[in-house]
């Protein structure tokens, strides 16, 4: 609800039943400078649990978050289409569908812990940052990455379970005990698991612990 911009709100829980219940958070795509962020909660920490959220899969990088929250989690939940991180987010034990689209890391720190991945459209995580020059880290930990078929990009370079996208800002990504099937090899990487585009200046890529 956009009313959660100044409402002074501190922290607010969004609970389901279970995942698989037909409970949906169904996120509106929009446009203007700001993203199209369908949400400003402002300072305001959003926990999602046991539900299913269902976002626009426009294949835009600027739909489908919650713009300038102080933190959010999704706990055991069904997620499926966009996200766009414009600040903390941690996906716990979730089942997610990025379709056509991914679930971005736009200049956020965010950690993926014990999540399955069924890629319908073989695109996963984004690891992206836009000119921001805030260090951030992403750490994936026990997840696993599945793709019914190979995605493309715009540029028909191969698309990997995590597609990491830099323009020379400093981040770093811890990858542990996580496994890739279906994706094929990226053409910086040779790795169905992770691929670096833009040169990637400045990144460092932990694989189990150690530097890639």
């Not at 996200?83 to 979730?94: A, G, T």
């Not at 370079?157 to 020379?168: E, F, H, L, Q, R």
């Amino acid at each position: 609800p956009a009313w959660l911009a100044g409402s002074g709100i501190d922290k607010l829980t969004i609970e389901g039943l279970d995942a698989k219940a037909a409970v949906q958070f169904n996120s509106k795509a929009g446009g203007g400078a700001d993203g199209g962020l369908n949400c400003y909660a402002d300072g305001t920490e959003l926990i999602f649990k046991n539900i299913k959220v269902v976002s626009p899969n426009t294949g835009s990088a600027y739909t489908g978050g919650f713009g300038r929250a102080k933190s959010v989690l999704f706990d055991n939940c069904y997620y499926e289409g966009q996200y766009r991180s414009m600040s903390y987010v941690k996906f716990n034990k979730c089942t997610i569908d990025p379709k056509t689209s991914y679930i971005y890391t736009d200049y956020s720190n965010a950690d993926f812990v014990e999540c399955t991945f069924n890629c319908s459209e073989g695109k996963g995580i984004q690891v992206y940052n836009d000119g921001n020059t805030t260090d951030t880290t992403i750490n994936v930990t026990d997840c696993t990455f599945t793709a019914a078929k190979q995605g493309q990009t715009w540029d028909k370079k191969p698309v990997t379970a995590i597609d990491i996208n830099s323009n020379g800002e400093k981040f770093t990504v811890n990858i542990d005990h996580s496994t890739a099937t279906g994706f094929p090899k990226g053409e910086y990487t040779d790795e169905t698991l992770f691929n670096i585009k833009g040169g990637g200046r400045n990144i460092k890529i932990y694989v189990d612990g150690t530097l890639w």
